[in-house]
């Protein structure tokens, strides 16, 4: 949830890991690792809310629609 706050409430509409990982470290007292958020953004990608493209450090990131996180895990 925080992942898809930082990147709605973000001020790009796409994202390298590295921005976003640096936004969403900066609004969570404990984050999880690097790692943790790939996966947690290729689980999203998995259900379309999120999109990407390209390989490993050229990976970007976008939302796909205006729904939110809570329609698409009904």
């Known amino acids: 949830r925080v992942l898809y706050e930082v990147m709605e409430d973000g001020d790009r509409d796409e994202w390298s890991m590295g921005e976003l990982y640096d936004a969403y470290e900066d ?29 490993k450090r050229g990976r970007r990131y976008w939302l796909t629609s205006a729904q939110t996180l809570s329609d698409s895990q009904e």
């Open 27 to 55: 609004c969570v007292d404990d984050p999880r690792t690097r790692k943790t958020v790939g996966r947690y953004l290729k689980k999203m990608s998995h259900y379309d809310v999120v999109g990407m493209n390209g390989e």
